[in-house]
């Protein structure tokens, strides 16, 4: 197990007095820059900075870094929640950590797909299947690890098997936190 224990610091941010959103920090006592890589390569729209040994990453948004000696989240609901997720990801990097041989690790800095262009790729028809308005809708939330690509049925029918190669390709699906 790469991280065995962690200090934890729940609070609400200093420039939001009286929020009703809460900011939390694991701290470590061991460096977790070496499994950066390989969640740099499983999290959908990471965007990773070797230079600066940091990660960044927003699943639900929730805005989450990921550093040598820390793994913070923001903007959660409840001082629960945001111990909760930092349990989570704590085991998320853990997980990552022991199937690191089955992941080729990423060191590149990848720019987020833009919204615009995922929906390019959806099939447009608003036809409510995913449970939202409209295909845009559905993109946003795809782009944020809301939705994925199986929550949309028409891309796995053969009219869009060459637009969900390439969605395939620019979204990971992101794993489960916890
Ligand atoms: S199920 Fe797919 S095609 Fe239908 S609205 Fe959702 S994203 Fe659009």
Request: with cysteine; proline share 14%; hydrophobic share 20%.
């Given at each position: 197990m790469l991280i065995e224990k962690y200090d934890l610091d729940v609070f609400t941010p200093?420039?939001?007095?009286?929020?009703e959103r809460f900011s939390a920090i694991a701290r470590l006592?061991?460096?977790?820059?070496?499994v950066l890589p390989y969640l740099n390569a499983t999290l959908r729209g990471a965007v990773y900075l070797q230079e600066a040994n940091a990660l960044t990453w927003t699943k639900s948004g929730h805005k989450i870094a990921f550093q040598s000696y820390e793994i913070a989240t923001s903007n959660v609901k409840d001082r629960d929640a945001a111990i909760k997720e930092l349990d989570g990801l704590v085991k998320l990097v853990n997980r990552t950590w022991e199937r690191r041989a089955e992941i080729t690790p990423d060191f590149e800095a990848h720019q987020r797909p833009t919204p615009l262009a995922v929906y390019k790729l959806l099939?447009?028809?608003?036809?409510?299947?995913?449970?939202?308005?409209t295909c845009y809708t559905f993109a946003l939330k795809l782009i944020a690890g809301?939705?994925?690509?199986?929550?949309?049925?028409?891309?796995?029918?053969p009219e869009y098997a060459d637009q969900l190669a390439i969605l395939q390709g620019i979204i990971i699906e992101a794993p489960a936190i916890g």
């Open positions: 200093s420039c939001e007095p009286g929020a006592t061991i460096d977790i820059s070496d099939p447009h028809t608003n036809c409510k299947q995913c449970g939202e308005p809301q939705k994925n690509l199986a929550d949309c049925p028409p891309l796995f029918t």
